[in-house]
């Protein structure tokens, strides 16, 4: 999920290409104003920690939507995490989103499922009816993921 700061920076389509180009396939994608519960329910693990109030009241204030997307292919859960780098900006690699694009924990730009338990908690959150997930294949999808 690009969060809204990544959208008011203009940063949609250069997070989208890091995906494409790395191979990825995009089978779900939308921009949603998170209600303040939608919010909270996402962020339900961190209910207990200090930051959780002005974190809803940021993903939630309407200043900018979210861009909701799913992403298949091989590994994607944990390669979106290590694409996204460290929570906090000044820990992420040069390399990853984080890392070149952010200073700060509470504007990292983007959200990434961290398990498979929670792809599929948040798959189902933002994308609850039935036909938001677009089963299709790639042309190039042997050429980027075939082992042989
Ligand atoms: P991640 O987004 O890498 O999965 P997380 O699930 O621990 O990280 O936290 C969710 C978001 O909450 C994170 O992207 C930014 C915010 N956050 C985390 N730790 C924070 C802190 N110590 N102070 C302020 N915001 C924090
Ligand atoms: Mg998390």
């Known amino acids: ?67 909701a997307m799913v992403w298949e292919g091989s590994d994607v859960i944990r390669q979106g995490r290590a694409m996204l780098g460290a929570t906090s900006p000044l820990d992420a690699a040069s390399g990853t989103l984080r890392g070149q694009y952010c200073v700060s924990i509470g504007r990292n730009a983007i959200h990434g499922s961290d398990s498979f338990e929670s792809a599929e908690k948040e798959i189902g959150m933002w994308f609850p009816q039935a036909g938001e997930l677009i089963s299709w294949t790639p042309a190039i999808w042997n050429w980027v993921m075939s082992n042989n």
Request: aromatic share 8%; glycine share 8%.
């Open 1 to 67: 999920m690009i969060k809204p700061d990544g959208v008011q920076r203009g940063l949609i389509g250069k997070i989208i290409n890091r995906f494409e180009e790395r191979g990825y396939k995009l089978v779900a994608l939308k921009t949603v104003a998170p209600s303040k519960e939608m919010a909270e329910r996402h962020y339900a693990d961190l209910k207990n920690k200090p930051f959780f109030p002005s974190l809803v009241e940021y993903m939630s204030n309407g200043a900018a939507p979210v861009v």
